[in-house]
């Protein structure tokens, strides 16, 4: 049975369509990954996350490991078996969380030593012991352990860093070579760095083609940077990397920044965006996001969005505006159900609409008139 | 187009069941009412509330006319159209909630005014303003207004009460009469008062009588009286009551207390107790309630009831309260909302049990054994 596969069915510029299989199931791309953090993606079911079209979620390395923690999930049959959710799923490494999230953190060519943001407890991530806990967990799809460093940063810092992580992701790839009966079924990622800086990026994006991975993610983005420093680095960073491997730009982001990364040749994203505006009130449409705290949905009849196809939006199922304004005052727990399953499907929506005008070599002309429409 | 027919199937001792017919839909007896206070049984969309067997559910006149407001839900369809449930709901007549949760309450012949919990603004509701409400929410089943005394209270003051309440009942049925367009779809319930009495209850009941009403609710218990007196009351209450029109226990309650009130004759149950444990890590189960905070369900693979046949305990999307209890301890949003399906599930299989139980007529062998394996 294939372990991974990627086939690039269609090309359009820079940008590529095509697909993923792996055991578990094939991932279309490009993808947008929701984000299932602590074993569940906040608010929706994993039936629901498959309807609304996903291929391929997200787990994080570092939330599981402090709960239920990485040993336990594996007593309870993995990751999958747990949350319900059969199909691919990718873990990051860890080492983002850990910096955003923990105390008391100390660097060293080891590892990250830090406490939980949880209960204080004392843990230490290795690129050995992320690979370790990702396979515990049963992923399919593991990140290579690196490090982060809060930017600005001088660019010796961040040459340093940048260079611990090439030695970090040798280190990963050989963890994850030496388990051969998940390596045999599990695909493992190199992330490059190297920041807003271009000999950087491609001086990283050598190092890990040299070690060699099942893909490419482009890491140290969507921090701060803004959108035009972000595709500033697309526009170099994608053909840094292979043309026959996945890259996948982690954290990202706003569906007008998937949009101008997959012009620019990314095909996989992820982020909190959809879920956590959801719980917020907040619903992406193709005019832009709209707030359903706002009075003057209180009644709107409308749906949240006419060219959406998700089931808030249209069919037996479909509310209004005003019905989400009601449950958002209210605090109902339905009002952000209903806004993560509409945002969570508008983004699968996106992403199935970018795959289909590069199969038809419409992308540019799709673009632009999405981003006309779509104000911030 | 039959506007309300309540037919009786089989009799099994005091316990009957049957069936209401209605324009939105039939009400399979005895029935259990999920509580959708808000224009939403929380945590829950509509299809799954009528995905787990609920034939009809509950909305309050108090929570609604104070937000999102009855005419701002009349403007946008009615309560059906706004919430997106097509079937029956009954709505109670605000005075017990008026209450419970109002401050500032002012009783007077004419009704009560009271200040909103939720922003301190005035407002007056008489058995006149209640029916309206009603009816703006479109209403199926409208329940008269009622006088409520906090327990215990002296036996004039609870017959003074009670003799109000009569009086306003019969306003109430004024009232839901005067707009024939509404009356002729919708039923109107009567509520018997009369505390812990069984003279006040009798002279309530026949007060009813000689108003007439679609159906009769047994008011003013599960207010603390606790069980043994609950039972009590019904032992007599029931039958003080047409035997040609269904009964309904406002309020009730715990799996045990229905079974028993069953056995005395009730048709209708309302309660906020499975959602609110739902939300509260409680677990409704065959074994009784289930904590599941509790660490020692921290491995437990198993489901939360083996004979329970809702999606959370069997079938392809079932989980371990292993599973659960992570995500009750993390405070994830779907903790709440599988705990809240499961004891809807659990609460709608419970009846239809009963239901099944009286038709074959062996009603009792079936409380024996569900109240000896039932501990609380």
Chains 1, 2 share one sequence.
């Not at 602590?38 to 608010?43: D, Q, S, Y």
């Not at 967990?137 to 611990?164: C, K, N, T, W, Y």
């Not at 390596?183 to 070690?211: H, K, V």
């Not at 706002?294 to 006419?306: G, V, Y």
Request: charged share 20%; aromatic share 6%.
């Amino acid at each position: 049975m294939t372990r991974f596969a990627f086939q690039i069915h269609a090309v359009d510029g820079a940008a590529r369509t095509g697909e993923i299989a792996m055991q578990r199931g094939t991932i279309r791309t490009p993808a947008f990954m929701p984000v299932g953090t602590a074993a569940t993606v906040k608010g929706l079911r994993p039936a629901e996350v498959r309807g609304l079209g996903a291929d391929i979620i997200l787990g994080n390395t570092y939330h599981l490991m402090l709960r239920p923690g990485a040993e336990r999930v594996a007593r309870l049959g993995g990751l999958h078996h747990f949350m319900g959710w059969d199909r691919p799923i990718l873990t990051d490494s860890g080492g983002y969380q850990v910096m955003s999230l923990a105390s008391l953190t100390k660097r060293s060519e080891d590892g990250v030593a830090f406490a939980s943001h949880l209960d204080g407890s004392r843990h230490l991530l290795t690129p050995e012991r992320s690979i370790e806990i990702q396979r515990l967990l049963g992923s399919d799809i593991v990140m290579a352990f690196d490090e982060l460093i809060a930017l600005p940063a001088p660019r010796e810092a961040m040459e340093a860093a940048m260079q611990r992580s090439m030695r970090w992701a040798a280190r990963s790839r050989t963890a994850f070579d030496s388990a051969p009966e998940h390596a045999s079924r599990a695909a493992l990622f190199g992330i490059q760095q190297g920041g807003l800086d271009e000999r950087l990026r491609a001086e990283s994006a050598a190092a890990l083609q040299n070690i060699g991975f099942d893909g490419y993610a482009i890491g140290g983005l969507a921090v701060g940077e803004g959108q035009p420093a972000m595709f500033g680095v697309l526009d170099y960073a994608t053909a840094q990397l292979p043309v026959t491997a996945p890259r996948y730009l982690m954290g990202v982001g706003k569906p007008d920044d998937i949009v101008g990364a997959v012009v620019r040749g990314v095909d996989m994203f992820d982020c909190v965006l959809p879920t956590r505006s959801g719980r917020n009130a907040q619903a992406f449409t193709h005019d832009g996001p709209l707030n359903l705290r706002n009075a003057r949905h209180a009644e709107d009849q409308a749906p949240l969005d006419h060219d959406c196809p998700c089931p808030v939006c249209t069919g037996p199922a479909a509310v209004s505006r005003a019905y989400l304004h009601h449950l958002v005052k209210s605090k109902e727990m339905l009002g952000a159900m209903l806004m993560t399953e509409h945002n969570i499907g508008f983004y699968q929506h996106l992403l199935a609409s970018l795959r289909a005008a590069i199969t038809d070599h419409r992308l540019a002309s799709f673009a632009d008139t999405f981003l006309t429409r779509y104000k911030n």
